[in-house]
């Protein structure tokens, strides 16, 4: 018996911006010094990315985007909007994204919405409460008994957390059904400056939201549905890097810390991890047909190609989300999954997640 994601829903904010001119827009929050915003445009031109969803932008005007939300910066101290402005604005946007999600995995899932025996919502870009569990229960109807987990502000990796919940809710009976809901507002953290690690997590990180309906069900069933089998997880803290990546709750909105070193220490301390994983798993390293990475950034998919030795094209699908959507912390391995699915993508699957530790999180998933 496994874990089976029945079905896997996205959702999207209404506008997104070109990466060109996110580029530009950034210009105006001095992340750029005078006289270096060549250099600005060429990093958000090199993060691969084309397009990035946001909940604060406005309808297209004459130049293709419009927000009001942060305003120029008026000198370099100028830190934006504070962190409870960012907080009223996650609470006010935060469940719409959520609910169509948890909408669209229902109906992948092909269930009443009344199955729905447990909730685990995840996300690190915000803090409300009443919050979006409630809001998902009331819109989607569930029963108002539904048991409810949040998993907080555990970043990119927050979706196997989640799963990792939802895993043990469906053990505990044989017709639990579990909804999981990822939602990431990540463009509310805006940082304005130029602090390096603040510029550079300006240039990948966007708002989305996906959910998956679980439930512990024995291999087979119909081949053509052929949904993803959750069979193992592992977790794993990389040696000498707890210093190397950070979330902190700041006064003006969450603040990344991303030290240059993180794709080294994936290419050094990776693939013993996965391996060890792949064991206890029962499933051999050329067994591995397809792979769902969290794409971080250009250079953690490179690291990560490099460390286990992979063809050119066995992260397509993880630089494919990447470079339409950008990186949506913890939705965006769902993302990543789902694109896999309607592929038709072969198991054994390995995924594979990083945040804050530096921590991976493993899972390897049949079909």
């Keep these: 018996m496994s874990l089976t994601l029945l079905g896997i829903g996205t959702s999207l904010p209404d506008h997104a911006i070109a990466q060109r001119d996110a580029a530009t827009l950034a210009a105006s929050f001095a992340n750029a010094t005078p006289g270096r915003e060549r250099a600005l445009e060429a990093l958000y031109r090199k993060s691969g990315i084309r397009s990035r969803g946001s909940v604060l932008l406005d309808d297209p005007g004459a130049e293709g985007f419009s927000q009001e939300f942060f305003p120029p910066a008026v000198d370099t101290a100028h830190g934006g909007p504070s962190t409870g402005e960012r ?21 992948a899932a092909g269930i009443d919405p009344a199955a729905v025996s447990h909730l685990v919502t995840c996300s690190c870009t915000g803090f409300a409460s009443p919050g979006i569990d ?43 059904v579990v909804l999981v809901v990822c939602v990431e507002l990540c463009s509310l953290h805006f940082q304005y400056g130029d602090h390096d690690d603040h510029v550079v997590a300006n240039s990948r990180f966007a708002a989305g939201a996906a959910a998956a309906v679980c439930r512990t069900a024995a291999p087979g069933g119909p081949q053509e549905a052929r949904p993803w089998r959750l069979v193992h997880q592992a977790s794993r803290i990389l040696p000498g890097s707890q210093r190397e990546m950070g979330w902190l709750i700041g006064d003006h909105g969450f603040e990344m810390s991303l030290s240059a070193r ?6 050094a301390h990776l ?6 994983m792949l064991a206890a798993a029962g499933v051999p390293p050329e067994a591995v047909a397809s792979w769902a990475v969290h794409p971080g950034g250009p250079r953690i998919l490179t690291a990560v190609e490099a460390a286990l030795e992979l063809p050119p094209d066995a992260l397509a699908a993880s630089r494919g989300v990447h470079a339409e959507h950008g ?14 699915h309607v592929a038709d993508a072969p198991g054994p699957c390995v995924a594979l997640a990083f945040g804050p530790g530096l921590t991976v999180e493993m899972a390897v998933l049949e079909r």
């Design 271 to 276: 693939a013993p991890a996965v391996v060890t």
């Design 87 to 107: 907080m009223a604005r996650y609470a006010l946007e935060a469940g719409r994204l959520a609910v169509e999600a948890a909408r669209r995995a229902i109906a």
């Design 327 to 340: 990186n949506m912390s913890s939705a965006t391995i769902l993302f990543v999954l789902d694109r896999l």
């Design 262 to 267: 993180v794709p080294d220490l994936i290419a």
């Design 134 to 176: 409630i809001e998902v229960i009331e819109e989607l109807c569930l029963s108002a008994a539904v048991p409810r987990t949040h998993v907080g502000f555990m970043g990119c990796h927050g979706a196997f957390n989640a799963l990792r919940v939802a895993d043990a809710f469906a053990a505990t009976a044989a017709d639990a």
